[in-house]
């Protein structure tokens, strides 16, 4: 009986993979990489697997059944399939773009009346905004890509025109395009100096000339173009430059690749992307809803699932925090609306908060951001230099307003809470300080899978406070930091914010799309308006070091972005009920209840289940998702067993239920797979 006891538990591994440091990757140092695209050999794995070199998704173009070993091989051996982003690659940037100016040529050859307004490339295709009075239908985009088509097979030549502002205002009044002639009014706003140019399509008094305001870059010819490549994709609105109160707007999307085979891989990643939408997992999970009706857009009510899982976050991050030195806080959801005017945040922030509340004959706000309270907290007392540094993170709630249109399920609120920490540090700490959040960050991100990084280091921009030395030693520290972690890095020259430079990290999900995660980022405003300061060993009084950092930004995009890399399928720590038991008649039930009662006396998330058919059951758990079903029959309760299912290992036979919760625990406190 042990023997075969033994030879159970090593089936039954509930552990799976455990957490594995990050693998960092530059687009800077590895030209050409993008998202790899091969045919997975075992459909069990799903369309999606896993990930492979960086920068690189493994997407399976079709999930394959194969008779033969042999089949196998070959589908493991096929040729991977490169899906690269317009910023990894100025080919696609190139054809995305053009692919825009063909679109509004033929929207335009087909509706005369049709005004355009922009059309840029994006990460893996292109838009066009139009004003047309009747809306686009399905059939519009059939004979409109056969326009693109045309066009594209005519070779048309591309290429630039630079000319005076007092021309280019000419031929586009000419041309009755009111929407151009404000973008040319905003280029002019920003910089009166700034060149126009103007990218024709065709030649001069050719029928099938057409030209646009714009900056390029553009393919030589429309033939560049492989039309097998091409796809129009959907129609939505859009108001005109964002702002609600003008102009609605028909937003036409399509896609452009260099051959057909990375359209098709495209358009399965894109099937895959839908079917693991947070919005509809999340209903079919019961974990959250969005009580527009009720209460209103923008605010996120956990149900109980939902909670459970966002709760083992929280958990997670607490321990983990605590863990690496910070102390845990807690500060108010509202203040004076003072603070917010020593902090700057209603001068330069005041658009995305919410209006004042009266309280007696003073005036509140509701915080947008929670950094103003955690200086409050600094100065509430004096500070030695033998005391820094101070490391305080907080889960804290915020509201910021956000535009109806813009909402979008987890993703865009007006409530959510920040995983933030601010730490007050020494000018010669800083380098440690931001080498212990890179390695916080790698410890936090990896636990739910997210092992590739992409790293963006943001500088001095053209305006900023602070002295040209504090400047060049925060970043020297940002840069040395990175250099000890052995992590590449893009720099984005110029880009950081006016008050220091910062860290951002990038992450990538299961099926290969790039999340904006983590940001680290040093402030030497806030400092120098709250007259923060220190005693040094000197007894001098200089202002500390402020790093602001969050590492999932917000707790409700972070569950967005696992609820869709997981495709609901949590892994067992994290899943809001670990497993279930199935009774098959109901003279089971009393040694079922006996299970039950072990596995919470283990602290576990195990259910019971019965009255209705085995399949229907196992059916129903599978539904939900839940990782493990245990399934309880006469044989069981004479063996003192319980029948093992796992979602993602299948059938594991018998063993006791000690046995069980042992492994599940162990599974748990290691945060693995499964």
């Not at 509140?364 to 509430?380: E, S, T």
């Not at 299961?510 to 980022?521: E, Y």
């Not at 079922?592 to 259910?607: I, M």
């Amino acid at each position: 009986m042990a023997s075969v006891r033994r030879a159970v538990m090593s089936r039954l591994d509930f552990r799976g993979t455990g957490a594995v440091g990050g693998t960092l990757s530059s687009a800077s140092t590895r030209p050409g990489l993008g998202l790899a695209c091969a045919v997975c050999p075992l459909a069990h794995r799903g369309v999606y697997h896993g990930l492979a070199t960086p920068r690189r998704l493994v997407h399976a173009c079709a999930a394959v059944s194969s008779s033969t070993d042999q089949q196998q091989q070959q589908d493991a051996e096929k040729v991977q399939l490169v899906l690269r982003t317009s910023d990894e690659s100025e080919d696609l940037l190139k054809i995305r773009h053009s692919s825009s100016h063909i679109l509004a040529q033929a929207v335009q050859n087909l509706f005369p009346n049709a005004q355009v307004t922009i059309g840029p490339w994006t990460d893996m295709g292109f838009y066009y905004d139009f004003d047309l009075e009747e809306p686009f239908t399905d059939a519009d985009l059939k004979k409109i890509r056969k326009e693109m088509i045309r066009i594209i097979k005519k070779r048309l030549p591309m290429w630039e025109e630079e000319v005076s502002v007092e021309e280019a205002r000419g031929r586009i009044e000419e041309n009755s395009e009111p929407y151009k002639l404000e973008i040319l009014d905003s280029i002019l706003e920003r910089d009166p100096s700034a060149s126009i140019t103007i990218w024709h399509t065709g030649e001069r008094g050719d029928k099938d000339h057409w030209w646009d305001l714009c900056g390029g870059p553009h393919v030589e010819n429309t033939g560049k173009i492989n039309p097998k490549g091409l796809a129009l994709e959907n129609v939505s609105g859009a108001y005109w430059r964002g702002d609600e109160n003008r102009q609605m707007l028909q937003r036409v999307y399509g896609t452009a690749w260099e051959t057909s085979e990375e359209l098709q891989a495209y358009k399965k990643m894109k099937q895959e992307a839908k079917k693991r939408d947070h919005r509809k997992l999340g209903a079919q999970l019961n974990l959250f809803s969005i009580q527009q009706e009720g209460a209103g857009g923008g605010l996120v009510f956990w149900h109980p699932k939902g909670a459970m899982v966002r709760n083992q976050i929280e958990e997670h991050w607490r321990g983990v925090h605590l863990a690496s030195g910070y102390d845990l806080v807690y500060t108010p959801h509202i203040a004076n609306i003072d603070l917010w005017k020593t902090s700057g945040h209603l001068d330069f922030y005041g658009e995305n908060m919410f209006q004042g509340i009266k309280i007696d004959e003073d005036e509140y706000q509701l915080r947008p951001m929670n950094c103003p309270f955690h200086v409050m907290m600094y100065k509430n007392q004096p500070h030695s230099y033998r005391e820094l540094p101070l490391r305080w993170a907080e889960l804290g709630t915020v509201y910021r307003y956000e535009r109806s249109g813009a909402l979008h399920g987890l993703f865009r609120v007006r409530g959510f809470t920040q995983d933030d920490a601010h730490i007050f540090c020494l000018p010669s700490q800083v380098t440690d300080e931001i080498e212990g959040v890179l390695n916080l960050t790698e410890n936090l991100l990896s636990a739910y899978g997210f092992t590739e990084y992409e790293i963006n280091l943001s500088t001095r921009p053209e305006k900023y406070v602070g002295s040209d030395e504090i400047w060049e030693m925060s970043e020297s520290a940002l840069k040395e930091a990175l250099s000890r972690k052995g992590w590449d890095y893009i720099v984005d020259d110029g880009g950081g914010a006016f008050y220091g430079p910062k860290i951002d990290v990038k992450i990538k999900d299961a099926i290969g799309r790039k999340w904006q995660c983590s940001t680290i980022q040093v402030d030497f405003n806030l400092p120098e308006r709250f007259d923060m300061e220190y005693v040094d060993e000197e007894n001098n009084r200089p202002r500390p070091i402020m790093i602001h950092r969050a590492i999932f930004g917000s707790v409700e995009r972070f569950m967005g972005v696992i609820i869709e890399s997981y495709a609901g399928l949590f892994p067992l720590w994290l899943a809001p009920t670990q497993a279930r038991i199935v009774c098959v008649n109901d003279s089971v039930n009393e040694y079922a209840k006996e299970c039950l009662d072990l596995f919470k006396s283990y602290g576990l998330r195990v259910d019971m289940a019965g009255g209705e058919s085995l399949g229907k059951l196992v059916r129903n758990a599978e539904v939900q998702k839940i990782p493990l079903v245990f399934v309880v029959g006469n044989n069981e309760v004479e063996t003192r067993t319980l029948s093992v299912r796992s979602r993602h290992q299948g059938d594991l036979g018998a063993m006791g239920a000690e046995d069980i919760a042992r492994a599940m625990n162990q599974a748990v406190v290691e945060k693995s797979k499964y």
